[in-house]
């Protein structure tokens, strides 16, 4: 499984990337304004700082909501850096411009998903992502894992080649669940990566491990 930063903060990025496991970044509206990051050319720059630190897969979410709108922007945002790719949500014109993208080799996620059907047509849109909100959908009170082995389940029965990103991950137990599900990429806050890292046996184990040396060395 891939594993994704969720953020646009560059230290945080660089505290994933240096763990040497990082795979891509996703950003979005809300994570940039976050960051306080303001203006086009601001924002556009910090794209381009984001790539050259992962040197791929960074997701770059359009404003647009209309077709044309979201085909300047995909061509603006793919322009700026290899790494980039175009995050369109899942509407009408977006699955539109999902195809255009396609057509025209432009690599895209598919954001805002919240069920199997919408994952199908971006699948057959031809997005090379598809985000799940899992988190906002166990929020909804439904089951955000099940959804993530819904959408694995239908892309196996026909092969499509869309990867499916689990995103609005909220703990270290949701990674774990996307991997047993079959989710090809987590998007992550860094606080769930390094969550992975924890059990108290090996604190203790460490622990004893350094003591028993010392005592070897008196
Ligand atoms: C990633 O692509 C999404 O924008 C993000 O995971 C949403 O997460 P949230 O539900 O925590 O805002």
Redesign the pocket.
Known sequence: MKF?I?TANLQQIKEANDLGILDGV???P??MAKEGIKGEENILKHYVTICEMVGKNV?A?VISTDFDGMVKEAKKLSALHPAIVV?IPMIKDGVKALKWCSDNNIKT?C??VFSAGQAILAAKAGANFV?P?I??VD?SNWDGVQLIEQIVHIYGNYGYKTEV?A????NPLHIVRCAEAGADVC?C?LSSIMGLLKHPLTDIGLQQFLEDHKKSQA
């Open positions: 994704f969720d996703t950003t979005n809300s994570l997701s979410e995050k996620n954001t805002l985000s909100f988190g906002r929020d990103l995103a609005s991950i909220r998007t806050p």
